[in-house]
């Protein structure tokens, strides 16, 4: 079987290099560059340092290796989508776009098509069920990153292997350590994909500018501060808006009227919802409920969190809502529900919120 292994550098990938290696296989090591860096200097990606990581770990399993550039297909999709959505007033998920069109989508069209599976260092397993392949939960509940994988296909995951999933972080690090592979000690990347390295307020300034607006208390309608833009403001936050005597949380935003709505304090019911329409609901392997009046019970996330949370979600036409048996904190319109099964073992699908 040929494989294609993706490898960034970390170390969770570069132990997937040394897994396949002892489960016989001998995989074909791909590096893909993004190249974020540009001439005035605001965006830095040190990718120098992942390649040498990168090149050892070939060198040292005597694998193929490639480096592979994906810099345009990026920036026009993922980098496009994301500026959108936060014009919008959404807040987007760049990494699950990058995982649908960039390392499972364009990277497959270009590269991936020449191999049979597709490996990668995700926090993630597959199950074999009704003759199908079902995306499926992490043995480390905490690291688990099927959340970023929500919005694959079936095609794309039947294609995926996920040789470290069965794993916990620490038994990787571990590996990684016994091994002397030198990413052992390496931290942990942020999240957001490619755009993780790159100052994420200062990008967004790049492409939409500032626009002073008013930040307003919901419950008063004092205005208490001002803001530079409602595009560099997210639902739920609460770092960054520069305001005293808080703690204050975004709670709203009004996009034609730039302004910034915030409520203090921990326990403000403002912050916390039950209900979470979403739209767009598309299921990975199988739609196991087909139409169905009343509810089905399941779990979800919102975001990438550890916890799953509990709920029943309905369907009226294509619009699916889950409600949630506890409150959350932070509903923000373009992140996505992402539905598991009870157990929170198999992950459904996924649509955006609204
Ligand atoms: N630049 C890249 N080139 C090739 N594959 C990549 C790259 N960045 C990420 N990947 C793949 O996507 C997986 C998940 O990405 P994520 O951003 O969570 O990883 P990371 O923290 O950068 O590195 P790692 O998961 O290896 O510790 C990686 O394990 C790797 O298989």
Not at 11 to 27: A, N
Request: net charge neutral; proline share 3%; glycine share 10%.
């Amino acid at each position: 079987m040929e494989i294609a292994a993706l490898v960034s550098g970390g170390v969770d990938s570069s132990v997937v290099v040394h897994r396949l290696k002892e489960m016989g296989y001998d995989p074909t090591i791909f590096y893909i560059k993004i190249g974020m860096e540009d001439e005035e200097g605001y965006i830095d990606c040190p990718s120098e340092e992942d390649i040498e990581i990168v090149t050892f770990i070939a060198k040292k399993y005597g694998c193929r290796f490639e480096i592979v550039s994906l810099h345009e297909e990026y920036w026009n999709s993922v980098v496009h989508y994301t500026i959108e959505s936060v014009k919008r007033g959404l807040t987007p998920n760049p990494d699950m776009m990058c995982n649908k069109l960039i390392k499972f989508g364009t990277f497959e069209q270009k590269w991936g098509h020449q191999f049979d599976r597709i490996a990668t260092g995700h926090y993630a397993t597959t199950t074999q069920s009704e003759g199908l392949t079902w995306l499926s939960t992490a043995k480390d509940h905490v690291k688990d990153q099927t959340y970023f994988l929500g919005q694959v296909s079936y095609v794309q995951v039947s294609k995926l292997m996920f040789p470290i999933g069965d794993l916990l972080k620490s038994e990787v690090r571990e590996i990684a350590a016994e091994n002397r592979l030198p990413s052992a000690q390496r931290k942990d990347s942020q999240g957001i994909c490619f755009l993780g390295k790159v100052n994420y307020n200062r990008f967004i300034e790049r492409y939409l500018g500032k626009k002073e607006g008013l930040i307003v208390e919901l419950e008063t309608g004092n205005i208490i501060g001002r803001h530079q833009g409602y595009w560099f403001h997210t639902i739920g936050q609460r770092k960054g808006l520069g305001l005293s005597g808080g703690p204050w949380f975004v709670i709203k935003k009004d996009v034609n009227r730039n302004i910034v709505y915030v409520s203090k304090g921990y326990d403000t019911k403002y912050q916390y919802g039950n209900v979470i329409n979403l739209q767009g609901f598309s299921f990975i392997t199988k739609d196991p409920w087909g139409d169905f009046e009343g509810e089905k019970e399941i779990t979800f996330k919102i975001r990438h969190t550890p916890e799953f949370t509990r709920g029943h979600i309905s369907k009226k036409g294509d619009l699916y809502t889950i409600s949630s048996e506890l409150p959350v904190q932070g509903i923000a319109a373009g992140q996505f529900g992402v539905v598991y099964d009870l157990e929170s073992r198999i992950c459904l699908g996924s649509g955006m919120i609204i």
